[in-house]
């Protein structure tokens, strides 16, 4: 079990800009979500993959954003047209389904976006 | 606005107890979560209760859950230096099929030598 892999750990653009984000997640879990965190704030739900299906989206997930698990492993995100309000941290978590008690969510160590 | 809430802050003695709490609004939660984040880290699960259970104990950690207030607790044995952190209370709904959580602001934890 080598825990939720997260790549860039910083990606650092100028707005307008279009950016992509992976998620490598626990090998065996199907499951699959993005969350964003702001400053002072916790995670909010962005999206939810259960193997390649996109089942959920969040209205904080405009136009601009989509996100794609094409093979039902790793994941991306891609925001277009970047602006000063995606500065965040974006996490992406993994589980299994169906979920016992003992696979809950685990998360990796998030990618910190900053808009110049 | 949050479904769930924290305090935002709290300072405590190395050696002593700390206990975060947290409320939570919707009753047909199923689980109940702490996570614990670092700076500049991701979230790292502590712990977590079925809503059907009233306390958990793990190593240091304490969980009590009171069902009829929609309070959680955590408490933390023997608070080290390594323990200050950002702690989230989170919570899975039986309405959300999936799995969604839904986060407290979080809890900064300071402890002090």
């Known amino acids: 079990d080598t825990g939720v892999s997260q790549n860039p750990r910083h990606k650092i653009t100028k707005r307008g800009q279009n950016v992509t984000f992976r998620c490598d997640p626990i090998?065996?879990?199907?499951?699959l979500y993005w969350y964003r965190q702001t400053l002072g704030q916790g995670p909010e739900f962005l999206t939810y993959?259960?193997?390649?299906?996109?089942?959920?989206k969040s209205r904080l997930l405009s136009d601009r954003f989509s996100a794609e698990r094409p093979k039902g492993s790793f994941s991306t995100l891609e925001i277009q047209r970047t602006e000063q309000g995606d500065s965040a941290m974006y996490l992406c978590?993994?589980?299994?389904?169906?979920?016992?008690?003992?696979?809950?969510?685990?998360f990796g160590d998030g990618t910190r976006l900053s808009i110049l | 606005g949050e479904d769930v809430e924290q305090s935002l802050f709290l300072s405590v003695r190395e050696g002593d107890s700390s206990v975060i709490n947290c409320t939570y609004t919707?009753?047909?939660?199923?689980?109940l979560y702490w996570y614990k984040q670092e700076p500049g880290a991701g979230l790292q699960l502590l712990t977590y209760?079925?809503?059907?259970?009233d306390m958990k104990q793990d190593q240091r950690l304490t969980v009590l859950l009171n069902k009829k207030d929609k309070h959680l607790s955590l408490r933390i044995a023997d608070t080290q230096t390594g323990d200050s952190a950002i702690y989230f209370c989170?919570?899975?709904?039986?309405?959300?099929?999936?799995?969604?959580?839904?986060f407290g602001a979080g809890t900064q934890v300071v402890v002090t030598p």
């Open positions: 978590a993994s589980s299994s389904h169906p979920s016992p008690p003992n696979q809950p969510q685990h």
């Open positions: 090998s065996e879990h199907n499951r």
């Open positions: 993959f259960q193997n390649e299906a996109q089942l959920e």
């Open positions: 919707d009753s047909s939660s199923t689980y």
């Open positions: 209760i079925f809503s059907n259970m």
């Open positions: 989170a919570e899975s709904r039986t309405t959300d099929s999936w799995g969604k959580l839904q």
